[in-house]
């Protein structure tokens, strides 16, 4: 890690087993808004 110019940043599904309905896994895994949050906070760094 002493190589990278920025912070490692994680983006992954919450600690929770993914269900099988469409609705609840919207919610525990990443959505394209989190995931380009994400991706924006450390294009800022």
Do not use: C, H, M
């Amino acid at each position: 890690f002493e190589y990278l110019d920025g912070p490692v940043k994680r983006v992954a599904a919450k600690d929770s087993p993914v269900p099988f309905n469409w609705f609840l896994e919207d919610v525990v895994l990443p959505q394209t808004g989190e995931i380009r949050d994400a991706a924006e906070e450390l294009l800022r760094f």
